[in-house]
């Protein structure tokens, strides 16, 4: 008797599974239709941006305008809160990580541990670039894609063709998305451009963009012991990129030889 009352939960059991499985295969089918037909606005982009950005900032240790890191952040940028048709803020993340990335709404965040590393005109160089990427509307790319993968994961209230409003957990998940994100050759490309053009417009050295990828490219060469290498398998070769930034600045008469280009051995003061 007992064998067949635990043989009928059991194919309860399956046929309910069946049936979760055959239905939740029909919503993610709706989902991706949705997703495929999505209307998104650069308001969307931007507000998603705010609201990732938002929860970013509060799961991370942010600099306080106190913070000697804070204070050399805002001295370079004390003139580029407006840029280009674009509004733009700035914050400082203490974490160990040596990266720095803007979003569609204009926040751009630089990591403690990268200005560490970089001069003032490699700093430019590289605010100059994610400026480049907000311009160009990638940024608008990658939270649209960050925004569909959390959807999915709720995809029961996802399957529709507008941008919904997320919950808390699904904002999580979506700014991790965004962080996860890479940019294609082509973007990355157009971005050091703009990168170029942004630090030519305003008067900075230009060899201080060539001088921050070749560190870059010496952090990539100990990737898998500095623990960056998931960063730079996701981006171009930085070395070529520096070649590229030196042949366009002795093309404009602008390169000035920096001789040997190393890493710190210690972190760079911040002043």
């Given at each position: 008797m007992k064998k067949t009352i635990v043989l009928a939960l059991l194919v309860g059991l399956t046929t309910g599974m069946n049936a979760?499985?055959?239905?939740?295969g029909k919503v993610l089918d709706a989902t991706t239709k949705g997703i495929k037909a999505l209307s998104?606005?650069?308001e969307d982009a931007a507000r998603l941006s705010k609201e990732s950005v938002d929860w970013m900032d509060k799961n991370n240790k942010v600099a306080d305008s106190k913070n000697p890191y804070a204070k050399r952040l805002n001295r370079l940028t004390a003139k580029l809160k407006s840029y280009d048709g674009l509004n733009l803020n700035y914050k400082v993340y203490l974490v160990r990580d040596i990266n720095a990335?803007?979003?569609?709404?204009?926040?751009?965040?630089?990591?403690?541990?990268?200005?560490?590393?970089?001069?003032?005109?490699?700093?430019?160089?590289?605010?100059?670039?994610?400026?480049?990427?907000?311009?160009?509307?990638?940024?608008?790319?990658?939270?649209?894609?960050?925004?569909?993968?959390?959807?999915?994961?709720?995809?029961?209230?996802?399957?529709?063709?507008?941008?919904?409003?997320?919950n808390q957990s699904q904002i999580g998940a979506m700014a991790n998305h965004f962080l996860d994100s890479s940019y294609g050759r082509k973007q990355e490309s157009e971005a050091d451009d703009y990168g170029y053009k942004f630090m030519t417009a305003n008067g900075?050295?230009?060899?201080?963009?060539?001088?921050?990828?070749?560190?870059?490219?010496?952090?990539?060469?100990?990737a898998?012991?500095?623990?960056?290498?998931?960063?730079?398998?996701?981006?171009?070769?930085?070395?070529?990129?520096?070649?590229?930034?030196k042949k366009q600045a002795m093309k404009d008469g602008l390169w000035k030889d920096p001789g040997t280009v190393e890493l710190p051995k210690s972190p760079l003061p911040q002043k």
């Open positions: 979760q499985r055959i239905k939740l998104f606005s650069n990335f803007a979003c569609a709404d204009g926040s751009i965040r630089v990591f403690s541990s990268l200005m560490d590393i970089m001069t003032d005109d490699e700093l430019l160089a590289i605010i100059g670039h994610e400026i480049g990427h907000v311009k160009n509307e990638d940024t608008k790319d990658a939270i649209k894609s960050a925004y569909t993968k959390a959807a999915l994961l709720d995809a029961a209230s996802s399957a529709s063709n507008t941008v919904a409003q997320l900075y050295d230009v060899v201080g963009a060539y001088t921050a990828f070749k560190k870059l490219e010496l952090l990539s060469a100990g898998k012991q500095n623990g960056f290498q998931k960063m730079f398998n996701s981006h171009p070769d930085s070395g070529k990129r520096a070649e590229r930034i």
